[in-house]
């Protein structure tokens, strides 16, 4: 219990199978660890790993085993919702992932619309909903918070606080991150529905990273009492097995 308290996890990076990163997986997987990270998920674009589904998933499975003692990998995919950059035609491909990030889903143009929960379990995987407002796209979408967080947390759906701080996206901060750490209330929303909610930093130049946000939005989460991914059905039960 000890140890499971002090586990850091960052459930978003980007390697050379995403058109926007040039990182070699090793350089990405040995600063996580510099930094104190735990738990780490490799989430390259959809759009970016294109047919190369198999060849991505043996080389994250590879430098999974060997690395194994120091770090946990996970290998999802991050999964654009824009029309043109979606392209799961079945959840057949994707079946091996341990979990995929969901974007874009409070843009008026994505594919996903109102039907979020529905979006996720056609997947098939675990799904996380990367840097989102998710109070705006309650709104956006007239659901009730409670009721629709709930939902997600029963459905296995988590929500991303995405730390990110780098050049890429020109050193910009999530403005639902800063929100949602300063307001009592949404706090309180989220943790009475039982939502998961994970961390990620979504590094796309290993040289950026910034391990003490990651550590600091994972104790802010665990000494506040949040669901985390440890408390997962699937994801949970995974990251025990190889960390603990
Ligand atoms: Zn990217
Ligand atoms: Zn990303």
């Excluded at 219990?1 to 850091?8: L, V």
């Amino acid at each position: 219990m000890a140890k499971e308290q002090g586990i850091i996890i960052d459930l978003h990076a980007h390697t050379y199978y995403s058109n926007c990163s040039q990182d070699d997986p090793r350089d990405v997987i040995n600063v996580a660890i510099e930094n104190g990270v735990n738990v780490l998920g490799v989430n390259d674009h959809n759009y970016g790993i294109g047919e190369r589904k198999e060849q991505y998933i043996a080389e994250m499975r590879a430098l999974a085993s060997a690395y194994k003692g120091q770090i946990t990998l996970l290998c999802g995919i991050e999964i654009a919702t824009f029309p043109h950059l979606f392209d799961i035609k079945s959840p057949n491909e994707i079946a091996n992932f341990d979990y995929c990030l969901i974007e874009h889903i409070t843009s008026r143009q994505s594919i996903v619309g109102g039907n979020l929960i529905e979006f996720c379990k056609s997947l098939g995987i675990p799904c996380g909903i990367a840097h989102t407002d998710l109070f705006e796209y309650c709104d956006m979408y007239g659901k009730n918070y409670a009721e629709f967080f709930t939902q997600m947390a029963n459905s296995g759906i988590f929500w991303e606080m995405n730390v990110n701080y780098d050049s890429i996206h020109g050193y910009h901060e999530h403005e639902y991150v800063k929100e949602f750490v300063s307001n009592e209330q949404k706090q309180a929303i989220v943790k009475a529905s039982g939502l998961c909610v994970s961390v990620g930093f979504d590094g796309h130049r290993y040289k950026d990273y910034d391990g003490s946000r990651v550590r600091a939005m994972n104790s802010f989460l665990q000494k506040n009492g949040f669901s985390t991914l440890l408390s997962h059905p699937v994801l949970g039960k995974k990251i025990k097995n190889i960390t603990l």
